[in-house]
């Protein structure tokens, strides 16, 4: 009886460890939240380049002339290392436009931030855009 | 005795407990971060400056669009395009952006050209928005006015040479909204008798651009008349164009 009194105590005490260790594995295991000062400045920064893009034009003569390769060029320019994108185009009955990918990875998995930016162009036949732009920290 | 026996399985819903306490605390935490974060307004000052590009570049398109011979109705149909994209948007809450045109003198639906014989031209577009953001945390108005306006003024001298021949010089000054602007494309006419006719390679017809928004415009033409009349026609960066028509003075 003293011997199988020793023995439950132990499994007891076993079950306990198990249960706060199985609760902590949980609560590292919980997703920490996103850096949102990280996709904020994100955000901010690929309005502020679309804007500067589209401030003189250029952004609604790339997009009306199909320029792509240059769209991912003046991209890659502005937006600085280890930042990935992917834009895509949209007219006004939100078909794409873009015929070609611009972006310079595959995000797949990534976890990204959009900037939805409106786009009108500085020209007599003056036609209305939709731009996403999804941006992700390289890991 | 029975108290004894029974502090093991006690110790063990108290761990239980504590188990759960923990899980608890960390969804809560979790849960209070993401709540206080989101949604974020500190991009409400990217996202009003976009919509006043968008609009100022309506504005732009329109004016292009309506000194190339195009209809004053356009200012109005594109606003409208604009307003009902905007309003759509709901990333801040709800979007509402309304308009109105400039009526006042000059301006007619929001649009002013005036292509005079005084040696300036004028097209010109004006517009006033109000944009207002309703949320459950932010509910403010934004009023702003985008003016975009093309002005030319021209100056004409000539010196009178052999017989009828003249030495024609033109000043040509180009501003966008009182500011230095350069030209893209800049077409000289000049009168004989009934007809306007463009100096060419064979009237020693050169243009000088100084960089600075004004360009001198010199040629050679034999023009019967005492007196030069000259017009300039000019499409500025922005594709609006100006023309203005200018009489020439004797040097």
């Known amino acids: 009886m003293l011997d199988n009194k020793a023995q439950i105590r132990t499994i007891e005490a076993f079950l306990a460890i198990s249960v706060m260790f199985s609760a902590l594995a949980l609560t590292l295991q919980m997703p920490s939240t996103p850096d949102f000062e990280k996709q904020r400045q994100l955000k901010k920064l690929g309005t502020q380049i679309l804007m500067q893009l589209d401030f003189n034009g250029t952004l609604g003569k790339l997009i009306e002339d199909a320029n792509w390769t240059s769209l991912r060029a003046n991209l890659d320019l502005f937006l600085p290392s280890g930042i990935l994108y992917n834009l895509t185009v949209y007219d006004e009955n939100l078909q794409r436009v873009n015929t070609q990918e611009v972006c310079n990875s595959n995000q797949q998995g990534v976890a990204a931030v959009v900037v939805q930016y409106l786009c009108v162009i500085q020209s007599a036949d003056t036609h209305f855009y939709t731009i996403q732009l999804r941006l992700a920290w390289l890991e | ?251």
């Open chain 2, 1 to 251: 005795m029975k108290k004894k026996e029974n502090s093991g399985q006690v110790i063990l819903i108290a761990v239980l407990a504590m188990a759960l306490i923990l899980l608890f605390t960390q969804v809560y935490v979790f849960e209070v971060q993401m709540s206080t974060v989101y949604p974020n307004y500190t991009l409400l000052n990217e996202h009003i400056l976009t919509i006043r590009l968008g609009s100022r570049n309506v504005v732009i398109g329109s004016i292009a669009n309506a000194s190339s011979g195009g209809s004053n109705t356009i200012l109005a149909a594109n606003l409208n395009k604009w307003v009902g994209l905007v309003n759509k948007q709901t990333e801040f809450g709800r979007s509402s952006l309304t308009y109105t045109m400039e009526e006042t003198e000059p301006y007619s639906s929001g649009i002013w050209l005036s292509w005079g014989t005084e040696g300036f031209g004028v097209s010109s577009a004006t517009a006033h928005f109000t944009y207002n953001l309703s949320d459950r945390e932010v509910d403010a108005d934004f009023s702003y006015a985008v003016n975009i306006t093309t002005t030319l003024m021209i100056e004409g001298s000539f010196r009178k040479a052999n017989g009828d021949e003249k030495q024609v010089n033109v000043t040509i000054n180009l501003l966008n909204e009182d500011k230095p602007a350069l030209a893209v494309q800049i077409t000289l006419y000049y009168r004989v008798i009934d007809s306007w006719l463009t100096p060419n390679a064979s009237n020693n017809y050169a243009v000088t651009d100084y960089g600075n928004g004004t360009y001198l415009a010199s040629f050679i033409a034999n023009i019967p008349s005492a007196t030069v009349d000259v017009s300039v026609l000019v499409r500025d960066q922005r594709q609006i164009l100006v023309q203005a028509n200018a009489t020439c003075s004797q040097i």
